[in-house]
């Protein structure tokens, strides 16, 4: 399989469908021999963050340590699928910059279907009072405005969401539009 190195920036709200669609295009590109590395907002607040609060300036550098893991990786032919909230337009244009080859995915679903969806119960403790900053309650998220890609996880279900990114990347030239 031949590709080339590239981010691919998954954001959205809390429950939206971000780690269950890079997940499974990690499959698929798994199988297709890809070099492939996934940064999971979650594990890299446990391993690479793990110091940084939730202030706008903490949230800031942890995209900006994200990004900076992403650009390396990217640099060397890897296709790194970055699951992360990252609430703020500016920082993640910030990132693209440094990076380069940046494939933004809006993974776009409604508060209220993502408090539905919410596994952690982190909406129900946010509008109890009890989560202070929370993405979507009582902090912003700021949609892209011109993403590569929007899956619309609460109109389209995962395999239609799995098609728009497999077809962009191969329009892009990332990965061979092969099988």
Same mark, same amino acid.
């Given at each position: 399989? #031949?590709?080339?190195?590239?981010?691919?920036?998954?954001?959205?709200?809390?429950?939206?469908?971000?780690?269950?669609?890079?997940?499974?295009?990690? $499959?698929?590109?798994?199988?297709? #021999?890809?070099?492939?590395?996934?940064?999971?907002?979650?594990?890299?607040?446990?391993?690479?963050?793990?110091?940084?609060?939730?202030?706008?300036?903490?949230?800031?550098?942890?995209?900006?340590?994200?990004?900076?893991?992403?650009?390396?990786?990217?640099?060397?032919?890897?296709?790194?699928?970055?699951?992360?909230?990252?609430?703020?337009?500016?920082?993640? #244009?910030?990132?693209?910059?440094?990076?380069?080859?940046?494939?933004?995915?809006?993974?776009?679903?409604?508060?209220?279907?993502?408090?539905?969806?919410?596994?952690?119960?982190?909406?129900?403790?946010?509008?109890?009072?009890?989560?202070?900053?929370?993405?979507?309650?009582?902090?912003?998220?700021?949609?892209?405005?011109?993403?590569?890609? $929007?899956?619309?996880?609460? #109109?389209?279900?995962?395999? $239609?969401?799995?098609?728009?990114?497999?077809?962009?990347?191969?329009?892009?030239?990332?990965?061979?539009?092969?099988?």
């Amino acid at each position: 399989m #031949q590709h080339r190195g590239v981010t691919v920036w998954f954001t959205g709200l809390s429950g939206a469908g971000k780690t269950t669609i890079s997940g499974a295009i990690a $499959e698929i590109l798994q199988q297709k #021999q890809c070099k492939l590395e996934i940064l999971d907002g979650d594990i890299v607040r446990e391993n690479l963050t793990k110091g940084l609060g939730f202030s706008k300036a903490d949230r800031d550098e942890n995209i900006r340590r994200i990004g900076f893991v992403a650009h390396l990786l990217t640099r060397n032919g890897v296709i790194v699928l970055v699951s992360a909230i990252s609430p703020y337009r500016e920082i993640r #244009q910030e990132v693209r910059g440094k990076i380069g080859d940046f494939v933004e995915v809006y993974v776009n679903a409604p508060l209220t279907v993502c408090e539905d969806r919410d596994v952690k119960g982190l909406y129900k403790k946010a509008r109890a009072g009890e989560i202070k900053g929370f993405t979507g309650i009582d902090d912003p998220y700021e949609a892209p405005t011109n993403p590569e890609i $929007e899956c619309n996880t609460d #109109q389209e279900d995962l395999s $239609e969401s799995i098609a728009k990114v497999m077809q962009k990347l191969a329009e892009l030239g990332y990965i061979s539009n092969d099988d």
